[in-house]
């Protein structure tokens, strides 16, 4: 078998990453961009120097790393430009998605609820409820919304589209160019969530970072995820179509369907900045980290 195939499926997947990228910018280039993105795909490329102990140089995995630094290199550059808005229902909606993937791929109901209970029934509870006004809450649920999407990611990783990369054979398996396509789309979105996540890492990430100076990078972060997460005014009705409407299509698609589960997930998040949009118009400011005023000492009596 020639490289052919193999090339064209990675340049369908690099493809995929370009466009995703460029919907996640909503298209709109600034002054300024064309250098990031030259800086993000020269510091990716690292990802092809091969290990100090490794033999035989495995190409594939490389390409694999450069694609992956890549995501996380753009998410860093471009963070202030990548929030997506989430609320309530859309949350419940992809929870629900999430639950229905993990038990297709073989959790089991034991498993995945032990997993998925607490942050779950906060999500249900907040569908119907306003917890989701506080400061700390937005936090939460935008970073459980990104980790959805992360573990949606893991639970596929060793299958599908991805497997090209990682299979060590001389005939690695190959799909279809459109499927490489929106997998690369979806990967790109995924890695993106995965840094805002990993980048809560309480721990500073050198020798030389005090422990305040990460306080302060993770106070800022947290503000940064607020602004993702839109307070949306209760919809009792809309919140139950979703919490009941959709497993119920969840569950005909699995039985009846014959769409490919793995190919409804990854079109589902690689659109899923057209889906989300704007974000509405919020009912109220937005809340920002709390900052503890500070005192001063009432002059002394002489």
């Known amino acids: 078998m020639t490289a052919h195939p193999v090339l064209l499926g990675i340049l369908c997947f690099g493809l995929g990453m370009a466009l995703q990228a460029t919907l996640m910018l909503r298209g709109?280039?600034?002054?300024?961009?064309?250098?990031?993105?030259?800086?993000?795909?020269?510091?990716?490329l690292i990802g092809m120097i091969p290990g100090k102990h490794e033999d035989p140089y495995e190409p594939l995995w490389?390409?694999?790393?450069?694609?992956?630094?890549?995501?996380?290199a753009f998410a860093f550059a471009f963070r202030q430009r990548l929030l997506i808005h989430v609320g309530g229902r859309i949350l419940l909606a992809w929870n629900i998605v999430?639950?229905?993937?993990?038990?297709?791929?073989?959790?089991?109901?034991?498993?995945?609820?032990?997993?998925?209970?607490?942050?779950?029934?906060?999500?249900?509870?907040?569908?119907f409820t306003d917890i989701d006004r506080a400061f700390g809450w937005r936090v939460f649920f935008y970073t459980w919304f990104s980790v959805i999407l992360v573990v949606i990611a893991i639970s596929g990783v060793n299958a599908g589209p991805l497997s090209m990369f990682f299979d060590r054979s001389r005939q690695p398996l190959l799909l279809p160019p459109l499927e490489m396509f929106l997998t690369g789309a979806a990967y790109l979105y995924i890695v993106t969530n995965a840094w805002f996540v990993l980048?809560?890492?309480?721990?500073p990430l050198s020798r030389s970072q005090s422990w305040s100076d990460r306080m302060g990078e993770i106070r800022r972060h947290m503000s940064l995820l607020a602004q993702g997460y839109v307070w949306e005014k209760d919809d009792p009705w809309r919140s139950l179509a979703v919490l009941?409407?959709?497993?119920?299509?969840?569950?005909?698609?699995?039985?009846?369907?014959?769409?490919?589960?793995?190919?409804?997930?990854?079109?589902?998040?690689?659109?899923?900045?057209?889906?989300a949009g704007p974000a509405p118009e919020p009912a109220e400011p937005p809340v920002t980290a709390p900052i503890r005023p500070k005192t001063r000492k009432a002059p002394s009596r002489s």
């Open 28 to 44: 709109a280039f600034r002054s300024g961009d064309a250098k990031q993105a030259g800086l993000v795909v020269l510091f990716s």
């Open 62 to 72: 490389h390409v694999m790393l450069v694609f992956t630094m890549l995501g996380g």
């Open 98 to 127: 999430l639950a229905y993937v993990v038990i297709q791929a073989g959790w089991g109901w034991q498993r995945a609820v032990s997993l998925l209970a607490v942050p779950t029934i906060l999500t249900v509870i907040n569908a």
């Open 199 to 203: 980048a809560l890492w309480p721990f």
């Open 244 to 275: 009941v409407g959709l497993p119920v299509i969840l569950f005909a698609v699995s039985r009846w369907g014959s769409g490919s589960r793995q190919g409804i997930v990854l079109l589902a998040i690689a659109l899923m900045p057209l889906l």
